[in-house]
């Protein structure tokens, strides 16, 4: 049986999100000089790890506070919090327009596409600009642009078990999490857990969702799923492309 395929209820480069702008636009979110921390995110050094431990292992967890910093990696929080607590984060879907389908058995978390609108939207922005072009000069891998999205899993939310893109699609081919989640303990749940390529009964890895923890995967090949948070888990996924051009989608 075919993994479903995860895809936007709305693709962001194509409908905004306009609620979701509102709510960040003009928000408590503190204000906070990103620019410092912003220089020399991205080593050569740091680039040749990630296309190493793709090419290797099909995925890689790493810790990017470092890189990212502290003020930026609240400042997002806070964003995630205000869409959340404004009710501006969307159901999650799967499938594509007409077909889609948002089924509470296979996920139950709240996403808010990210437009670049912000001050920490675009800091981010330029790094994962700088991760799309670092994979394309060492895996050829033809990534033309990234999608990036805010998702909240409240107590009990989950997302079993998926891949994010069909095999031979050529649309995902890199997938990304990034987590915002200070003092994250296992018992918390809302781990993810990731498994064989080749075998996706054996898990092969389990990455919490700690604060500046970083997941990195190939999209159309390493199953993975979210288990259940006991608590409030925010998150932020990111896929890069090989399509140039967004199709419309309906939903």
């Known amino acids: ?9 709305h693709d962001p480069l194509i409908t905004p999100l306009h609620s979701a702008q509102d709510a960040v636009a003009g928000s408590d979110v503190q204000s906070m000089d990103l620019t410092p921390e912003q220089q020399e995110l991205v080593s050569e050094d740091w680039l040749d790890e990630l296309a190493s431990g793709l090419s290797e292992h099909g995925w890689m967890s790493l810790d ?26 969307k159901k999650a879907g799967i499938g594509r327009g007409s077909d889609l389908v948002r089924d509470r058995s296979v996920r139950r978390d709240k996403i808010a596409w990210l437009q670049g609108i912000t001050a920490p939207q675009a800091a981010l922005f330029g790094f994962f600009e700088s991760i799309r072009q670092g994979l394309n000069q060492r895996l050829f891998l033809g990534l033309k642009r990234f999608e990036t999205h805010y998702a909240t899993y409240h107590s009990g939310d989950f997302y079993k078990q998926h891949l994010d893109s069909f095999k031979g699609r050529a649309s995902r ?12 303990q296992a018992a918390d749940g809302g781990a993810l857990q990731v498994f064989n390529r080749d075998n996706d009964q054996e898990v092969c890895g389990t990455v919490l969702p700690e604060a500046g923890r970083m997941a990195l995967f190939m999209s159309e090949e390493i199953p993975h799923e979210v288990l259940p948070a006991n608590r409030t888990r925010y998150s932020l996924a990111c896929w890069f492309r090989q399509d140039e051009v967004p199709l419309p989608l309906q939903g």
């Open 64 to 89: 990017v506070r470092s890189r990212l910093g502290a003020n930026l990696l609240a400042a997002l929080k806070q964003e995630v919090q205000i869409l959340d607590r404004t009710d501006a984060m």
């Open 1 to 9: 049986m075919e993994t479903p395929v995860i895809i936007p209820i």
């Open 173 to 184: 081919v890199v997938s990304l999490v990034l987590y915002l989640n200070e003092d994250w």
